[in-house]
């Protein structure tokens, strides 16, 4: 295996031309996927652009790519390597780069919280499980193994519905924001909905509460878009009467109803571009995504929403060094960094999957 530290004395010019010079060589047999909130040195690079699961989609259907080169984080790595097919092999450039809101929702503590709900109620017949994307593989095989379901930021509202229709309660996890957001507008009251805390004794809840609940939150959220508030929202509209401001729903519950839109990753950069020149937008999203935005469009008035930096960290991790490390290891034979998920979880993962998919 080539060594990645002396990737780290290269310039960038050295870097760009090596990192081409590997993917005129490897061809179609590798495919490299750029989630939208990659940094720049990196997504320049992508054969497909798109947020996490479109990605994991479209490279399961480039079937001529032994090698799926993943520049996202690592729950986004095992999502493509469910849906990849069995001669594809997927690649993290950094096995750091993880995601903080994935992290806090574990299958140990996920079962916990489960047996807890069924010493207070027929949990199996009264509860419908939902992990939003943004967790691991495990999580998405317990909602498999449970009659639940996966959900995204673009189609959460959706599954709800569903999940209402099969069962009268749903246990959201590991965004709170989405769950809440999504649930509220279905006609659901904040009355009716509760948050878990899994560092607490039956979520800190009293059994008679969760008895009422439609919907238990997860106590997660993402350490990005925790950073938008209302006080932002209420600077850019002094400013800037005729702005619009649109947000990600993983933003507080304040925030998404003060927005004049919420969407996803790709909903955010759809309603941007199809608004007229002239348009003045404060974007409550990261900040990597929204500097593209307004590089891409100079004829629009484009603000980040936050004062103060808010990045995702650890997809930051990817940089343009273990790019070019992961490329080059793959032309002299080597692969490294590859992301695997046990059959017997992928199989229960996409279950839940595939009944997402079946729904929307």
């Not at 750091?96 to 916990?112: I, K, T, W, Y």
Request: glycine share 6%.
């Amino acid at each position: 295996m080539i060594p990645l530290e002396p990737y780290y004395e290269l310039s960038d010019a050295d870097l760009d031309s090596r990192i081409h010079a590997a993917k005129h060589a490897l061809g179609s047999d590798c495919v490299i996927l750029g989630h939208h909130y990659q940094r720049e040195e990196v997504y320049k690079f992508a054969d497909l652009t798109g947020d996490s699961l479109k990605l994991s989609r479209l490279a399961s259907q480039r079937t001529d790519a032994r090698h799926i080169v993943f520049c996202g984080v690592h729950f986004m790595a095992e999502v493509a390597d469910i849906l990849s097919a069995p001669h594809q092999t997927v690649i993290l450039p950094d096995m750091a780069a993880g995601c903080s809101m994935a992290d806090m929702a574990d299958l140990p503590r996920v079962e916990a919280a489960w047996k807890a709900l069924g010493e207070v109620m027929d949990v199996e017949s009264l509860v419908t499980p939902i992990t939003y994307v943004n967790s691991m593989a495990d999580l998405k095989a317990f909602c498999g193994e449970h009659d639940g379901v996966v959900c995204t930021s673009s189609n959460a509202t959706k599954i709800l519905a569903w999940a209402f229709e099969q069962r009268p309660k749903v246990l959201f996890f590991p965004d709170q924001h989405l769950g809440r957001i999504s649930a509220f507008s279905l006609g659901v009251s904040l009355e009716e909905m509760v948050v878990w805390d899994p560092t607490q004794k039956n979520g800190g809840l009293t059994p008679e509460s969760l008895r009422q609940a439609r919907v238990i939150l997860w106590d997660g959220y993402c350490s990005v878009h925790q950073m938008f508030q209302p006080a932002h929202v209420a600077l850019f509209r002094a400013r800037h009467p005729e702005i619009r401001v649109i947000v990600h729903p993983e933003c507080s519950f304040e925030v998404c109803r003060l927005a004049d839109e919420r969407g996803s990753t790709e909903g955010i950069q759809k309603s941007v571009r199809d608004s007229p020149p002239g348009s003045v937008w404060a974007i409550g999203t990261e900040l990597n995504l929204v500097n593209r935005l307004k590089h891409e469009m100079p004829d629009k008035e484009i603000h980040f929403l936050c004062p103060t930096i808010c990045m995702c960290s650890t997809m930051f991790r990817i940089d343009a060094q273990h790019l070019c490390w992961t490329l080059e290891n793959l032309v002299a034979g080597t692969v490294v960094n590859v992301i695997t998920v046990p059959e017997q979880v992928a199989g229960k993962a996409r279950v839940a999957l595939d009944r997402m998919l079946s729904i929307v």
